[in-house]
């Protein structure tokens, strides 16, 4: 497997090398497939007093989705050690996943006998009480006016290509990038969605169904 290392206002020395290479090493055995790591290692200088610390990106790349991880630590060894554990855990975790997907598939199954629905902890609900929603008998709570004014003192945004994949796809990507939720544009049904992690191996879905914007805001 190929390294590649970038230092950002930091000089890289051969003994950093050599220990990314015995960590490479680490890596290529729980992902055979991976074809190049490329480490990028930042350090930073604060003016407020704060100490100077090293962040370690590590990015892999292969046949499959990319891999990435980060740590930052006062010592660029150590903030490499934590990036290549959590680099690592996110291999297995994934690895572990696609084992327990063979092993115990998941799904909503319907019983056409009985017209019940396992596998998901979802109940619909009775006819009564949907009922007294229509009729207003359980009121509908909305959001506080309040809190209409409300914004965060920062707002950071980020914008990516477009991805068209499958739910399991969008899935298996949020685990190898170690977030708790993945963006992606379901191919089956072309609508934007959002996969998000809940309980151990359960994960939800939520999705956008309008096809054009308000008239309000088409105007």
Known sequence: ?????????????????????????????????????????????YHNGRVEDDTVELTLTGKGPLVRAEATDGDKFAALDLAVD??????????????????HPRGAKYEKGSGAIEGIDVQPASVDVLRAVATGEIPII?????????TPVVIRTKQFGAEWMTVENAVDRMELVGHDFFLFIDASTDHPSVVYRRKGWDYGVISLTATAPPEELAS
């Open 86 to 103: 959590k680099l690592c855990g996110q291999l297995r975790r994934a690895k572990e996943k696609r084992v327990d997907a063979r092993e």
């Open 1 to 45: 497997m190929e390294t590649s290392i970038v230092g950002v206002g930091v000089g890289i020395t051969d003994r950093f090398r050599t220990v990314v290479e015995d960590k490479a090493a680490r890596i290529e055995h729980l992902a055979p497939r991976a074809q190049r790591v490329d480490i990028k290692v930042t350090h930073r200088v």
């Open 142 to 150: 909305t959001g506080n006016e309040d809190e209409a004014d409300y």
